[in-house]
């Protein structure tokens, strides 16, 4: 009897160094006699958003690696692991570059839209077998 398991890819979060301050727990006097903490600068990632082209391939691998060890706990074989590949591109098309009415070289180029494609691991496939004991 065989099992297949979908394990889904996610997208790399991206994002920035920001300079936070950090709390240093050492304390002074102020310039009416309050005490006042003293604080450090420090750098912090902060994530902004998600890549739309990388994903992230250690969680992938993480997820790859869990659903292998629940497969293997019911008594499954793992026979192949199949990637899952998608694609995405960017198109676009200017009519008014494209026919221009008045010169030939007036206003912009002359053809179509120009875009980009790409493709993406969406997930992977687990095929196994279960083992007979």
């Known amino acids: 009897m065989n099992k297949i398991v979908y394990v889904k890819a996610y997208f790399r979060p991206m994002g920035e160094e920001v300079e936070i301050e950090v709390p ?5 006097k ?14 912090e990632w902060k994530q902004t958003g998600w890549s739309d082209a ?5 969680l992938l691998t993480d997820n790859i690696n869990e659903a292998v060890i629940l497969l293997n706990q019911e008594g ?3 026979q192949s692991i199949l990637p899952i590949i998608s694609g995405a591109y960017a198109f ?8 221009n009415s008045g010169g030939i070289f007036e206003g912009g180029g002359w053809g ?10 969406e997930g ?7 083992t007979k004991f």
């Open 124 to 130: 992977v496939t687990i095929v196994a077998r279960k």
């Open 76 to 78: 499954y074989e793992v």
């Open 24 to 28: 240093t727990g050492q304390f002074e």
């Open 92 to 99: 676009k098309y200017d009519y008014k570059s494209a026919h």
């Open 54 to 58: 990388q994903i992230d391939g250690e």
């Open 30 to 43: 102020g310039f009416f006699g309050n005490e006042k903490e003293i604080k450090t600068k420090a750098a």
């Open 112 to 121: 179509y839209g120009y875009g980009y494609g790409y493709s993406f691991t």
